[in-house]
């Protein structure tokens, strides 16, 4: 089953794509009409799509890295995963970070990010004075009993 989002493509480049038919996101890319950006190592950058969008309520877009610029570059999505909300209309930022040891250009184009489309759940608090038991309780952070 496909879902139809509406989108403004402002940049000249291709609409998002699966890669392959079992892929889960779908490849963005700077919008860099002017030239290019440099991203030194520790420097981050908001690099814009071209891209707005409607989302119908309930959804949200991910943006996550893409694992060939982390692995080979170590360039990645800063706030990963990022998310845009069903109410944002604005162009799709990306926030790189360079954690590699090089200078990293990023030209107009260039797949920069891959976004993910995702049902999510709204919330409803109920109010409680106890919560039910288990057997990991209150154990935080390594404390799942698996060794």
């Not at 706030?79 to 107009?108: C, K, M, W």
Request: net charge neutral; hydrophobic share 35%.
């Amino acid at each position: 089953m496909s879902l139809k989002i509406e989108i403004i493509n402002n940049s000249h480049h291709p609409l998002p794509s699966y890669a392959t038919a079992l892929s889960a996101g779908m490849d963005l890319r700077a919008f860099l009409p002017d030239g290019s950006i440099t991203l030194q190592p520790k420097e981050r950058a908001l690099i814009p799509t071209g891209l707005s969008m409607a989302l119908p309520a309930g959804y949200e877009a991910q943006v996550r890295p893409r694992s060939g610029l982390a692995f080979k570059k170590g360039i990645t999505v800063l706030n990963s995963p990022g998310t845009i909300d069903a109410d944002y209309r604005g162009d799709i930022g990306v926030i790189l970070i360079n954690h590699g040891q090089e200078a990293f250009e990023i030209t107009d184009g260039e797949r920069i990010a891959q976004m993910v489309v995702a049902k999510h759940e709204t919330v409803v608090w109920s109010s409680s004075k106890f919560l039910t038991n288990t057997k990991r309780g209150e154990g935080g952070f390594g404390h799942t009993g698996e060794n």
